[in-house]
C-alpha cells in the first residue's frame, strides 16, 4: 500500500449501511454466504452483512477503526482483525470478497484485487465499488470549492491513486484472472454533506503537504454556509467477477 496514509472520518463511516451504501452486495447476499470485508472501517456495512449472510469477517489496516467496530458490533457471528489486504492471513476462503470505496486509496491496485482473489472460494466472488473521482460533481459548485477539489485531485494523483478507479476496475478484475465480470453503476445523488467532513479532516493533511494553502481550504469550507442548496453526485461503480474452478 502507499506509504502516505489518510484517516477516514468516522462520522461518515458511522452513517454508513449496507442497504444504502453498497446496493449491488446487498442484492447478492444469501443466507450461509462467508463474507470478507477489506477496509471494514467502524464495521456498519460488515454488520449489515452478517445480518443478511450470516458471517462477516472485516478487516482494516487502522487499528483504532478496528477497535470502535468491535466495540459497536459486539454480534459473535462478526469478527474484526487490525490488517491490510496483503498481510492478512488466514486458511479460510471466503465466498464473496469485499472491498467497497477501498482500491481508490491504495497505490497498488491491481495486486489488491489478486490478493482478493487468492482469498475467495473457487467459484465465489469478488466484489468491488469505487469513485470515479473525476466526473464526481457538485451542483451549484462556488469558485472556492472548484479551486479546492481540483487541488484535491491533483494530490491524489501525486500519491498514485487513481481518479478513476471506478472505471478502471474491470480492467482489473481481468488482469487477475476473475471471470464474468460485470460492472453496475451506483452512483449516489444526495443533499451534500460530505465535502465539509473532507475539507476537515483530509483538507489539513493536504495543506501540511503543500497541496493547498490554509485559506484556500478555509474559503471552501467557509463557501458551503452561502447556498442552502446544494446536490452531489458521486459517481460509483460496483464491479463483481468470479473466480475460476479451474
Not at 452478517?50 to 469478527?79: C, K, M, T, W, Y
Not at 454533506?193 to 485559506?215: C, F, I, K, N
Amino acid at each position: 500500500m502507499s506509504g502516505q496514509t489518510h484517516t477516514a472520518d468516522t462520522r461518515v463511516l458511522n452513517q454508513r449501511t449496507l442497504e444504502k451504501d453498497h446496493r449491488r452486495l446487498a442484492a447478492l447476499l444469501r443466507p450461509g454466504v462467508s463474507v470478507l470485508d477489506i477496509g471494514c472501517g467502524t464495521g456498519a456495512i460488515t454488520a449489515g452483512i452478517a445480518r443478511v449472510a450470516g458471517r462477516g469477517v472485516g478487516i482494516d489496516r487502522d487499528s483504532n477503526l478496528i477497535a470502535q467496530a468491535r466495540a459497536l458490533h459486539p454480534a459473535g457471528n462478526l469478527s474484526f482483525v487490525a490488517d491490510d489486504v496483503f498481510r492478512f492471513e488466514t486458511d479460510e476462503r471466503f465466498d464473496i470478497v469485499n472491498a467497497a470505496r477501498l482500491l481508490q486509496w491504495i497505490d497498488e491496485p491491481g495486486a489488491a484485487v489478486r490478493r482478493m482473489a487468492q482469498l475467495t472460494t473457487a467459484g465465489g466472488m469478488v466484489v468491488a465499488l469505487d469513485y470515479n473521482h473525476a466526473e464526481n460533481r457538485l451542483e451549484p459548485q462556488p469558485r472556492e470549492f472548484a479551486r479546492f477539489y481540483q487541488a484535491f485531485l491533483d494530490w491524489r494523483a501525486a500519491h498514485g491513486w487513481d481518479n478513476r478507479m471506478g472505471d478502471y476496475l474491470p480492467q482489473l478484475f481481468e488482469a487477475a484472472g476473475l471471470k464474468d465480470i460485470s460492472s453496475t453503476v451506483e452512483d449516489e445523488v444526495t443533499a451534500t454533506s460530505l465535502w465539509p467532513h473532507v475539507l476537515e479532516t483530509l483538507g489539513p493533511q493536504m495543506v501540511a503537504e503543500g497541496a493547498l494553502r490554509e485559506d484556500e481550504r478555509l474559503a471552501a469550507l467557509a463557501s458551503f454556509g452561502l447556498t442552502d442548496l446544494r446536490t452531489q453526485t458521486l459517481v460509483l461503480r460496483a464491479v463483481t467477477g468470479i473466480r475460476s474452478r479451474g
